[in-house]
């Protein structure tokens, strides 16, 4: 940590509010995250694992907000066809998931349905080429497929759709189940994920030359010497200041995460019986198998505020998306739809790094690639928040108080 730590986090007047956790008013925690969803979840544990102590708290309950509503592909070229820091930080985590989710899983006895066949794009043969370009650019594995190819591995697949391009590096994760195994993780380290905590505001703090900070909920208040916020599509909802010399000594208002929610609409199928377990992309919608054959559609992309509901339209849109790839599905029955709120960025990139004094952390505005960056995330943001200068110029790019970039090559 930057500062000593003083094992001063302290809680009053929420214990109603907890959901697990000791029922004494101190914690004795360095680190207070705000949000479980696979962001908050990822960094407490890293946290923990490097013997820092931490609480998490969650407005809801954990992993049940993006995290829940994703598909799990962890899909660096597919997202982000261009290079930069960007691309970078997807294809480290990416690479991270290759260790991290077996470690978790072993650690958990949990199985998280990991699944590396990769990703079978069937577009536009303008689209293919640009994709095929931005492989070769970024040193990406890809394959070109025929249409016996396509169709030994889908079968089902649209007479029109002659050939695809199969990204054997753009896996596949069961988010919830991940979210569940983090969160038996946190509880094997000792880490309390206390849900029913909406936090309302935080507070840089400077006590003499030690950095801290407090964190507000209706009748609560805990502090501690650092705070990191992962609250998703909520972050831009918290009212940040930086509190300049101590308590009583003024305040200036931070800006807070410049965070918005955008929908995304998702369904579900039964079992498909396709030979290829990885996941399928095209310009209208994309397909993610789950263990036991279950088929995942998504998603759409609005702006409808906190409104989560799933919509006509939306659903409308995913089953045309999907009939175009395979016609035969529209017969079967939709299982379950739901929608989720990613945590949107005026640029599209995620807000990684310090929000106000030292003691006040951003990781969030992850938009569509929470589950690909926790790794990523987890690692780079506990080792900044630590003091660490390569982590600290790694995040650079991601910082929160940058100006915006302009759109991606094949978007
Ligand atoms: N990661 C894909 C999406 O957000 O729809």
Known sequence: MDSPARHRASRQGASSLRTSGPRTSRHGADVIVVGAGIIGLACARELAARGHSVIVLERSRPGNGASYAAAGMLAPLAEVPEAGPFFDACRDS???????????AEETGMALDYDTEGTIL?????????FRAAATALGEAFEDLDRSTLTAHLPGLAPELESGLLMPAEHRIDNRAV????????ARRGVSVLGGCAVRDIRATQHGSVPGAVVEGDGWRYEADHVVVAAGAWSGEIALADLVGGEGNGSAEAQPTRVRPVRGEMLAYGAVSWPFQGSVRSAHCYAVRRAGGGLLVGATVDEAGFDDRTTPQGQRELLDGIARLFPALVDKPVLASWSGLRPGTPDGLPHVGPLAGRSVWAATGHYRNGILLAPWTAHWLTRALEGDLEARQMLMPFTPERASRTSLACS
């Open 94 to 104: 990416r690479d991270q998931w290759c260790t991290y989710a077996p470690d978790l």
């Open 179 to 186: 979210c569940r195994a983090l969160e038996a993780s946190l």
């Open 122 to 130: 069937v577009d536009d043969p303008a689209v293919l080429s640009c």
